[in-house]
């Protein structure tokens, strides 16, 4: 086994256009004998990718709630994706088109705050989704009522159609019932689950036909025609969009890092936050109202207005808005493939480390389409139909992240998988598993291994001190 060093060089420049100082990364490699892989990296969400008015939004929640920085990034990056749906997409460059879908799992342990952080962001979409559920019950009572009357009493009451519900966001829901569902809400059907672990279960019975199967042509884009005995023969999506967010436990995703779902490129799909996060007391600081408000209104806003703006073609099917890049993105797209591509060819860089690279590939124009969506709007350029070099930098961070996020998941089931295997060797009392623990790795993680022999962690420092 290899260690892996990054040492990242940072160096700042001033976009032209925007109030951000932009950072670029140069990541350079190299490797030395030891035991294990390891990164040596503090890793923050680059919350500047955001304008300064979310910016503020997300600091004052985690300042006066405890909130995470990170899951509340991630969580916005899903409902613009939401929002955005099939209404827009990005030309790479001629028949290289990216549909801006987003699946984001929060990884942190039971109790650490993943729901209250996602729910500081998802709020305003999930009340409007709730509405619009009310909505349609309450429709769908007034044409059930007119249904039951008489031909004569129908020629003097007004007439009303069957309703369509438009919910847009699921939680626990069957695929057959989501691809319905999806019918009816052509834009976007956002999956939100307070606990992934189904979602990621499923993905393990793999057979033609499967839900992986579905859900892997979701993610490109690729339009899905279902054939199952007990579904509806009209069971086709031809522009399925299917964000996907939750939480998830670090000990239960380390299960999923298997060959097979390595080979099919399933959890390399997933975007991984794992932020180093502890409960913390509680503190007296408060939000200002007019803050909470000016969040909420935007949010439901900007999916009301995307929703109105929506132009359907004589299919009754969206017809998106295509963005292209400009000259100056294109140059910076560029070097950003190129970069990427060089790490996937490198003899240097570990191999088991590469598997996501070339899913940012596909990950970074969508960044940049989200990102560019939501700076326009909230400058209220509505006219701009070009994806500038600003969002594809701001994209590149966040892509960074991402990157570095799923090597320390990768690295924290290998090591999670060693201790185990330790663990389970019944000849061995618990302080001596612990000592093995430490031959392996000096810096081995002391809560993982608590947990994992079930003691506390003091037990754990006490059998290290003897």
Known sequence: MYKLIIYDIFKKTKEDKGEINMIKVRGCWRLEKDEKIEIKENIDFPIEIFPKSFQKYILDCADTLDSSIDYMGCSLMWSLSVIVGNCAKIE????????????????????????????????????????????FFE???????????????????EAISKPVKTQFIANDITVEALIQMHQQSKNSVGIFKDELAGWFKDMNKYREGSDLEMWLSSWSGKSINLNRVNVTSNAFLPSPFMPVLGGIQPSILNNFYTD?????????????????????????????YEVIEWY????????????????????????????????????????????????QNSDNMNEYMK???????????RFALLLHLLW????????????????????????????????KIKINAKENKSMKTIAKNEKLSNKEKVLQMQKLDKNFNKSEAAEILGVSRQTIYKYLKS
């Open 260 to 288: 097979d779902n390595k080979d099919n490129g399933f959890i390399d799909r997933v975007l991984l936050s794992f932020p180093d996060l502890r409960v913390e007391k509680y503190n007296d600081n408060e939000m200002k």
């Open 139 to 157: 429709r769908l009572e007034k044409y059930e009522h007119y249904e039951k009357l008489s031909k004569e009493e129908k020629q003097y009451a």
């Open 376 to 407: 326009r709007y909230s400058e209220d350029n509505l006219e701009n139909d070009k994806v500038y070099a600003k969002s594809f930098l701001l994209a590149e961070k966040l892509s960074d992240y991402f990157v570095l996020m799923a090597q």
């Open 296 to 343: 909420n209104s935007t949010m439901i806003n900007f999916y009301r207005k995307t929703k109105k703006d929506l132009v359907f073609d004589e299919n009754e099917e969206i017809e998106p808005m295509v963005f292209s890049l400009s000259k100056d993105a294109k140059k910076e797209w560029k070097r950003i493939f190129n970069k990427i591509t060089e790490k």
């Open 92 to 135: 790479v460059k001629k028949n290289w088109i990216e549909t801006p879908i987003v699946w984001i799992a929060c990884v942190g342990k039971a109790g650490i705050g993943k729901t209250p952080s996602i729910s500081n962001i998802t709020r305003p979409l999930e009340k409007e989704n709730q509405r619009e559920i009310r909505r």
């Open 355 to 365: 598997s996501m690279l070339p899913k940012q590939k596909s990950y970074i124009p």
